[in-house]
């Protein structure tokens, strides 16, 4: 289900860093060893043997993490992205493993595509990538793809992101014929003609700017109908990049009633408000768009209280000069995955909105369990799946330190605190070091 | 001569900043707004004679970019520029390199290539202005982003509010109609709220955008709700904004019959305005449109006066008493 270039496992020992695993209950001063790739040991002090040490003193070593949605734009676009530089910018961004969306031309509908990018990615991938493979036939949200096929050919799970399934009784087949596959399906709720020509969140902010809205309730209300339909049927669910403070409350209420609902938000959607599209800069751009602050205290809410288990970034890179348009004409989308720890860590961790385990929790472990993978664990025996973070430093993000092919980042500019200093993902090290 | 010394007295010194834009209402000042209507002031005494060119911006080039069909924006702009003594260029949507499909930046980067002094832009989508002021070097006048901004007509209004009733401060203007797609209405909420001025939008509820109260207004769907103010300020109803199916309203007949500005809904001595074009019949009654109380026509003059400023505004950084000995030589 996760693929990537073949290479051996390293010998390695991370001396002297915090170590801090929520899920395992570690938070210590330790030495990690790794033997061929795989965690040998925790402990004081260990000795070196004929391992490479890296001094972590002051640094803080925690599971990579996990990204559950990521726009590779290959095929089709691969001026934005291709599977090396987005698996290689996912690196940088501390993660060991990525899953991308099959909104590409073509769509990954059929086993012949999506084959294709299992190839590229066992010769380009710099850590593990899944994909997902569309729910209906060219995203068009008519014909059900052989989801049967597809799960045999590896598709990490079905999804039709960047597009709502607009009708309800073909969603409810999704959710039904979608049991055979065992693999996860996962929504994009938007309710078209409720978000037609919307270009930001509808509220104060869009009444003063003059933009059409694209109101909360045309999320809501999918998401409503989404669970609805998912209770029906008993089938599990999982709620792409939630923006409104209705759509929280309806996947806890789901949950409390027994619907098997996950969810997962963005970090810009944690981060920022509508307030932020003032600038009319294209790279707060979306979708779903920025939206209110009581929407973000609702995320925020939800992230804290378990509500939403992944911090998914919706990376979507976008080529330059489709940016460089005003705000009116430009594509939907931001960049993420190399700048989402030190967005989050600057703007809840620091501030006291939510705690470090938590936010590592999310990032890692959380989004790890939406998609029936295993989580990436600092234990003995464990494949060595290890991020090494600096929360003292400081730095503005630029453009050329990007290693994604796009750089439409809603942080260009902006001073943030945390660096990743080290990735290890399956066994080596993917990022610094 | 006379005329002169008023004018030196009333060109204040516009505050030096590095480059100056008019993007939208919202980024200026109560000075900045006085500053630019006693400007405007000034080059209306000074229209009122008969050698009507100053050679104030003899030099400047003024370039107009219209993606937007516009008649009395870019016809202002124009003679603004010449009654400057500037250089003007316009360039439209139609029959320019546009039609083959270049990209506003590199429609903007070419022009900028003539490094004029202004650009003054009109176009269909918000934050065009704003895209305009970051990639070129020249001084930037946004005549109309979408459904974002008209800055300059808001000024044009306000200088037509201070003509008629000598102050702006605790006028009531009822704005009447489409809000919703309305750049006039967002900028002259703002510039009618920043002069405190007080303001009632009304609207069928679809046209009334959502928490649009947060920019300082009050709101009705009662066209009753007219009655209290000084000034009617008519919206047109804009039909080409308006897509199929949106049922925003259910007919125009309906809208007319209930929010249509006739003469019974009106009490003697409320002035009449309106952005233009008007459509007769449907935001407005003629009579209404033709009645002595209508300002429509004073708008459009003001419009040319405070355009002028604008320009010389943004253009001005040096001492005032250099351009008042201008302004002497051609006198």
Known sequence: ?433 | MADIHVMRDDLLPPAPTERRHLLSIADLSRDDVQRLLATARSFARSLEREMKKLPTLRGRTVVNMFYESSTRTSSSFELAAKRLSADTMSIKASGSSVDKGESLKDTALTLGAYDPDVIVIRHPQIGAAQFVARVTRAHVVNAGDGKHQHPTQALLDLYTLQEEFGRLEGLHVAIVGDVLHSRVARSLIQALGLMDARVTLVAPPPLLPRDVEAMGCETSTEIEAIGAADIVYVLRMQRERMQEGANYVPSLREYTARWGVTPERLRPGQKIMHPGPMNRGVEIDPRVADAADALIETQVRAGLVTRMAVLYDLLTTGPVGVKAAQLTEVA
């Open chain 1, 1 to 433: 289900m996760l693929y990537s270039k073949a290479a051996p496992g390293e010998n390695l020992i991370i001396r002297g860093a915090r170590v801090l695993d929520p899920s395992e209950g570690v938070d210590a001063l330790l030495d990690v060893r790794i033997d061929g790739g795989s965690i040998a040991e925790l402990g004081a002090r260990l000795d070196p043997n004929a391992h490479r040490v890296i001094d972590a003193e002051g640094l803080t070593l925690a599971p990579a993490f996990v990204d559950p949605h990521v726009h590779l734009r290959t095929p089709g676009r691969e001026d934005e992205e291709t599977i090396g530089s987005g698996t290689q910018a996912a690196a940088a961004g501390g993660y060991c493993a990525i899953l991308a969306m099959p909104n590409t031309d073509p769509v990954v509908d059929s086993a012949a595509v999506l084959g294709s990018l299992v190839e590229a990615a066992e010769t380009e991938a710099e850590i593990p990538v899944g994909f997902l493979a569309a729910i209906t036939k060219g995203q068009a949200g008519a014909e059900l793809t052989g989801m049967g096929e597809l799960a045999d050919a590896g598709a990490a799970g079905f999804t039709d992101d960047g597009q709502p399934i607009t009708a309800p009784a073909l969603m409810r087949r999704a959710l039904q014929y979608g049991a055979v596959t065992g693999r996860p399906l996962a929504v994009h709720c938007e309710e078209p003609t409720l978000s037609r020509d919307g270009q930001m969140h509808e509220g104060a902010v869009s009444a003063e700017l003059g933009f059409t809205g694209y109101p909360s309730v045309a999320e809501s209300l999918m998401v409503e109908r989404d669970l609805s339909l998912a209770a029906y049927e008993r089938r599990p669910i999982h709620v792409l990049h939630v923006s409104a403070r209705e759509s929280v409350d309806a996947v806890r209420a789901a949950q409390a009633a027994g619907v098997e609902a996950t969810a997962e938000v963005a970090p810009h959607h944690l981060c920022l408000t509508d307030e932020a599209v003032r600038s009319l800069d294209a790279n707060v751009k979306m979708n779903p768009p920025l939206r209110g602050a009581s929407d973000r205290a609702a995320l925020i809410d939800g992230l804290r209280d378990g509500t939403i288990q992944a911090i998914a970034t919706d990376h979507a890179p976008h080529a330059r000069h489709e940016k460089e348009v005003p705000f009116e004409a430009a594509p939907f989308g931001v960049t993420g995955v190399e700048t989402s720890f030190a967005a989050l860590y600057t703007h809840l961790v620091e501030p006291g909105l939510i705690s470090l385990e938590t936010l590592l929790t999310r990032m890692s472990s959380g989004p790890a369990a939406v998609y029936g993978m295993s989580a990436p664990r600092i234990a003995a025996g464990e494949p060595a799946n290890l991020v090494l973070l600096d929360l003292a430093a400081s730095r503005r993000i630029e453009e050329s330190a990007f290693k994604s092919r796009s750089a439409n980042s809603w942080l260009l500019g902006e001073r943030v605190t945390g660096k990743v200093r080290l990735t290890v993902a399956a066994g080596r090290v993917v990022y610094g070091g």
